[in-house]
Antibody, heavy 122, light 113 residues
Protein backbone atom coordinates (compact mmCIF):
# COMPACT_ATOMS: atom_id res chain seq x y z
CA UNK A 1 0.00 0.00 0.00
CA UNK A 2 1.36 3.40 -1.01
CA UNK A 3 1.70 5.72 1.99
CA UNK A 4 3.04 9.22 2.42
CA UNK A 5 3.48 10.06 6.09
CA UNK A 6 4.11 13.70 6.81
CA UNK A 7 5.72 15.28 9.84
CA UNK A 8 3.73 16.99 12.54
CA UNK A 9 2.63 20.55 13.04
CA UNK A 10 5.24 23.25 13.46
CA UNK A 11 4.89 26.60 15.22
CA UNK A 12 7.61 29.07 14.36
CA UNK A 13 8.39 32.75 14.66
CA UNK A 14 9.01 34.98 11.65
CA UNK A 15 12.57 34.72 10.45
CA UNK A 16 13.06 31.17 11.71
CA UNK A 17 13.77 28.15 9.55
CA UNK A 18 11.87 24.88 9.31
CA UNK A 19 12.08 21.62 7.40
CA UNK A 20 9.05 19.36 7.06
CA UNK A 21 9.15 15.80 5.83
CA UNK A 22 7.21 13.29 3.79
CA UNK A 23 8.17 9.64 4.27
CA UNK A 24 7.15 7.32 1.45
CA UNK A 25 6.48 3.61 1.63
CA UNK A 26 4.83 0.89 -0.39
CA UNK A 27 6.46 1.72 -3.72
CA UNK A 28 9.82 2.47 -5.33
CA UNK A 29 10.51 5.95 -3.96
CA UNK A 30 13.11 6.89 -6.56
CA UNK A 31 10.85 6.21 -9.54
CA UNK A 32 7.95 8.61 -8.91
CA UNK A 33 7.86 12.40 -8.87
CA UNK A 34 6.67 14.05 -5.66
CA UNK A 35 4.70 17.29 -5.66
CA UNK A 36 4.31 19.83 -2.88
CA UNK A 37 0.99 21.66 -2.58
CA UNK A 38 0.12 24.59 -0.33
CA UNK A 39 -3.26 25.30 1.21
CA UNK A 40 -3.49 28.56 3.11
CA UNK A 41 -6.15 28.80 5.83
CA UNK A 42 -9.60 28.55 4.29
CA UNK A 43 -8.20 28.75 0.77
CA UNK A 44 -7.63 26.54 -2.25
CA UNK A 45 -4.81 24.33 -3.45
CA UNK A 46 -1.61 25.79 -4.89
CA UNK A 47 0.96 23.71 -6.75
CA UNK A 48 4.39 24.63 -5.42
CA UNK A 49 6.56 22.37 -7.53
CA UNK A 50 7.97 18.91 -7.89
CA UNK A 51 11.04 16.82 -7.19
CA UNK A 52 12.20 13.53 -8.69
CA UNK A 53 13.79 11.43 -5.95
CA UNK A 54 15.81 9.43 -8.46
CA UNK A 55 18.13 12.31 -9.30
CA UNK A 56 16.75 15.26 -7.27
CA UNK A 57 15.63 17.02 -10.46
CA UNK A 58 13.49 19.89 -9.16
CA UNK A 59 11.02 22.29 -10.73
CA UNK A 60 9.49 25.14 -8.81
CA UNK A 61 6.41 27.14 -9.58
CA UNK A 62 7.50 30.73 -10.28
CA UNK A 63 5.38 31.78 -7.30
CA UNK A 64 7.57 29.71 -4.96
CA UNK A 65 10.96 29.85 -6.69
CA UNK A 66 13.54 31.18 -4.24
CA UNK A 67 11.11 30.97 -1.31
CA UNK A 68 11.38 27.27 -0.50
CA UNK A 69 13.72 24.36 -1.12
CA UNK A 70 12.82 20.78 -1.99
CA UNK A 71 15.15 17.91 -1.21
CA UNK A 72 15.13 14.14 -0.73
CA UNK A 73 17.01 11.50 1.23
CA UNK A 74 16.91 8.32 -0.82
CA UNK A 75 18.30 6.26 2.07
CA UNK A 76 15.21 6.90 4.19
CA UNK A 77 12.69 7.34 1.35
CA UNK A 78 11.84 10.84 2.49
CA UNK A 79 11.15 14.12 0.73
CA UNK A 80 11.61 17.46 2.44
CA UNK A 81 10.32 21.00 2.11
CA UNK A 82 12.23 23.73 3.87
CA UNK A 83 12.26 27.45 4.49
CA UNK A 84 15.28 29.44 5.64
CA UNK A 85 13.39 32.55 6.76
CA UNK A 86 9.71 32.13 7.48
CA UNK A 87 7.12 34.87 7.14
CA UNK A 88 3.67 35.05 8.67
CA UNK A 89 2.24 34.59 5.18
CA UNK A 90 3.83 31.13 5.03
CA UNK A 91 1.20 29.87 7.49
CA UNK A 92 -0.55 27.01 5.72
CA UNK A 93 -1.02 23.28 5.40
CA UNK A 94 1.53 21.71 3.06
CA UNK A 95 0.78 18.45 1.31
CA UNK A 96 3.16 16.10 -0.38
CA UNK A 97 1.67 13.99 -3.14
CA UNK A 98 2.87 11.31 -5.52
CA UNK A 99 2.32 11.21 -9.25
CA UNK A 100 0.52 8.18 -10.57
CA UNK A 101 2.94 7.04 -13.23
CA UNK A 102 6.60 6.18 -12.79
CA UNK A 103 8.90 8.82 -14.19
CA UNK A 104 6.09 11.06 -15.41
CA UNK A 105 4.64 14.40 -14.36
CA UNK A 106 2.06 14.74 -17.13
CA UNK A 107 -0.13 12.45 -15.12
CA UNK A 108 -2.45 13.01 -12.16
CA UNK A 109 -1.37 12.90 -8.54
CA UNK A 110 -2.98 9.83 -7.04
CA UNK A 111 -1.66 9.61 -3.48
CA UNK A 112 -1.52 12.38 -0.91
CA UNK A 113 -0.03 12.79 2.53
CA UNK A 114 -2.31 14.07 5.29
CA UNK A 115 -0.58 17.44 5.34
CA UNK A 116 1.74 19.32 7.68
CA UNK A 117 0.50 22.52 9.29
CA UNK A 118 3.10 25.26 9.57
CA UNK A 119 2.10 28.23 11.70
CA UNK A 120 4.27 31.32 11.68
CA UNK A 121 3.42 33.86 14.34
CA UNK A 122 5.17 36.28 16.61
CA UNK B 1 0.65 29.85 -16.56
CA UNK B 2 -2.64 28.17 -17.44
CA UNK B 3 -5.43 29.74 -15.39
CA UNK B 4 -8.19 27.38 -14.27
CA UNK B 5 -11.54 28.98 -13.47
CA UNK B 6 -14.33 27.03 -11.83
CA UNK B 7 -18.00 27.88 -11.64
CA UNK B 8 -19.90 28.26 -9.49
CA UNK B 9 -17.85 29.04 -6.38
CA UNK B 10 -20.48 27.31 -4.28
CA UNK B 11 -23.44 25.10 -4.97
CA UNK B 12 -26.32 23.74 -2.89
CA UNK B 13 -28.13 20.68 -4.25
CA UNK B 14 -30.85 18.49 -2.76
CA UNK B 15 -30.10 14.89 -1.89
CA UNK B 16 -30.61 12.65 -4.90
CA UNK B 17 -30.38 15.53 -7.36
CA UNK B 18 -27.67 16.25 -9.92
CA UNK B 19 -24.73 18.51 -9.18
CA UNK B 20 -22.70 20.05 -11.99
CA UNK B 21 -19.39 21.86 -11.61
CA UNK B 22 -17.66 23.60 -14.48
CA UNK B 23 -13.98 24.26 -15.10
CA UNK B 24 -12.48 26.39 -17.83
CA UNK B 25 -8.80 26.55 -18.75
CA UNK B 26 -7.20 29.66 -20.23
CA UNK B 27 -5.68 27.56 -22.99
CA UNK B 28 -6.34 24.15 -24.43
CA UNK B 29 -5.14 21.17 -22.39
CA UNK B 30 -5.85 18.70 -25.16
CA UNK B 31 -2.85 16.86 -26.49
CA UNK B 32 -3.59 16.35 -30.17
CA UNK B 33 -1.23 13.41 -30.55
CA UNK B 34 -2.82 11.35 -27.78
CA UNK B 35 -6.26 12.98 -27.94
CA UNK B 36 -6.16 13.19 -24.16
CA UNK B 37 -7.21 16.13 -22.03
CA UNK B 38 -4.81 16.69 -19.14
CA UNK B 39 -7.48 17.42 -16.53
CA UNK B 40 -8.06 15.89 -13.11
CA UNK B 41 -10.79 16.44 -10.55
CA UNK B 42 -10.22 16.17 -6.81
CA UNK B 43 -12.57 16.04 -3.85
CA UNK B 44 -11.51 17.52 -0.53
CA UNK B 45 -13.64 16.89 2.53
CA UNK B 46 -13.21 19.01 5.64
CA UNK B 47 -9.98 18.24 7.46
CA UNK B 48 -8.80 15.75 4.85
CA UNK B 49 -6.31 15.79 2.00
CA UNK B 50 -7.62 15.89 -1.55
CA UNK B 51 -8.73 12.67 -3.21
CA UNK B 52 -8.37 11.96 -6.91
CA UNK B 53 -11.77 11.35 -8.53
CA UNK B 54 -11.32 11.76 -12.28
CA UNK B 55 -8.31 11.99 -14.59
CA UNK B 56 -7.83 12.40 -18.34
CA UNK B 57 -10.99 14.50 -17.98
CA UNK B 58 -13.31 11.48 -17.91
CA UNK B 59 -11.57 8.42 -16.43
CA UNK B 60 -12.84 7.50 -13.00
CA UNK B 61 -10.21 6.57 -10.41
CA UNK B 62 -10.49 3.10 -8.95
CA UNK B 63 -12.99 2.98 -6.10
CA UNK B 64 -14.81 6.16 -7.09
CA UNK B 65 -18.58 5.65 -7.30
CA UNK B 66 -20.02 5.74 -10.79
CA UNK B 67 -22.31 8.64 -9.88
CA UNK B 68 -19.20 10.78 -10.45
CA UNK B 69 -18.41 11.52 -14.08
CA UNK B 70 -16.25 13.93 -16.00
CA UNK B 71 -16.62 15.35 -19.47
CA UNK B 72 -15.36 18.05 -21.79
CA UNK B 73 -12.46 18.75 -24.09
CA UNK B 74 -10.08 21.51 -25.04
CA UNK B 75 -10.80 24.29 -22.56
CA UNK B 76 -14.18 23.44 -21.04
CA UNK B 77 -14.79 20.63 -18.58
CA UNK B 78 -17.52 19.43 -16.27
CA UNK B 79 -17.73 17.26 -13.18
CA UNK B 80 -21.18 15.76 -12.65
CA UNK B 81 -22.51 13.98 -9.60
CA UNK B 82 -25.63 12.26 -10.84
CA UNK B 83 -27.40 11.69 -7.53
CA UNK B 84 -26.03 13.64 -4.61
CA UNK B 85 -25.33 11.76 -1.40
CA UNK B 86 -24.71 13.31 2.01
CA UNK B 87 -21.10 12.09 1.91
CA UNK B 88 -20.43 14.14 -1.23
CA UNK B 89 -20.33 17.39 0.74
CA UNK B 90 -16.86 18.71 -0.02
CA UNK B 91 -14.85 21.20 -2.02
CA UNK B 92 -14.09 20.08 -5.56
CA UNK B 93 -11.05 21.18 -7.54
CA UNK B 94 -10.07 20.79 -11.16
CA UNK B 95 -6.38 20.73 -12.08
CA UNK B 96 -4.48 20.80 -15.33
CA UNK B 97 -1.34 18.69 -15.63
CA UNK B 98 -0.68 19.67 -19.24
CA UNK B 99 2.29 21.79 -18.28
CA UNK B 100 4.03 23.30 -15.28
CA UNK B 101 3.06 24.96 -13.06
CA UNK B 102 0.21 22.49 -12.78
CA UNK B 103 -2.53 24.84 -11.70
CA UNK B 104 -5.73 24.21 -9.79
CA UNK B 105 -9.07 25.90 -10.06
CA UNK B 106 -10.16 27.96 -7.08
CA UNK B 107 -12.51 25.24 -5.86
CA UNK B 108 -16.28 24.77 -5.71
CA UNK B 109 -17.94 24.19 -2.36
CA UNK B 110 -20.79 21.68 -2.62
CA UNK B 111 -23.44 21.60 0.09
CA UNK B 112 -26.79 19.96 0.69
CA UNK B 113 -29.88 22.11 0.09
Amino acid sequence: EVQLVQSGAEVKMPGESVKISCKASGYSFTNYWIAWVRQMPGKGLEWMGIIYPGDSDTRYSPSFQGQVTFSVDRFVNTAYLQWSRLKASDTAIFYCARYGEAGATATPVDHWGRGSLVTVSS
Amino acid sequence: DIVMTQSPDSLAVSLGERATINCKSSQSVLDSSSNENYIAWYQQKAGQPPRLLIYWASTRESGVPDRFSGSGSGTDFTLTISSLQAGDVAVYYCQQYYNTPQTFGQGTRLEIK
